[in-house]
Nanobody, 124 residues
Framework: QVQLVESGGGLVQAGGSLRLSCAAS????????MAWFRQAPGKEREFVAA????????YYADSVKGRFTIARDNAKNTVYLQMNSLKPEDTAVYFC?????????????????WGQGTQVTVSS
């Protein structure tokens, strides 16, 4: 089992930045992929970014490319999401996800472990 705890959300003006953190505990040695998803009110949960625990592969949703950066610190069992040039449409609850599967997934059913989410609100 893996436990994930997100932090770093908050309220920011458009154009600002936030850094989200996701701390993993439990069977972290078996984690192969970690990802960030987000869910806005009334919308489906959508993929944001993913990274292999080795750091060998990184994927981004088109909507965040060039603005968001995913990174991991293996020593701290933590994944980060640096979000720059934030827009009001980035407002959502952001979730961290992890899985033992070898293939990086961009769908929610590709991840077995989820955090509780952290709210990001971008004002215009």
């Amino acid at each position: 089992q893996v436990q994930l705890v997100e932090s770093g959300g908050g309220l920011v003006q458009a154009g600002g930045s936030l850094r989200l953190s996701c701390a993993a505990s439990g069977r972290t040695a078996s984690i192969y992929t970690m990802a960030w998803f987000r869910q806005a009110p009334g919308k489906e949960r959508e993929f944001v970014a993913a990274i292999r625990w080795s750091g060998s592969s990184i994927y981004y949703a088109d909507s965040v490319k060039g603005r968001f950066t995913i990174a991991r610190d293996n020593a701290k069992n933590t994944v980060y999401l640096q979000m720059n040039s934030l827009k009001p449409e980035d407002t959502a609850v952001y979730f961290c996800a992890a899985d033992y599967a070898l293939k990086i997934a961009t769908a929610t059913n590709g991840y077995d472990y989820w955090g509780q989410g952290t709210q990001v609100t971008v004002s215009s």
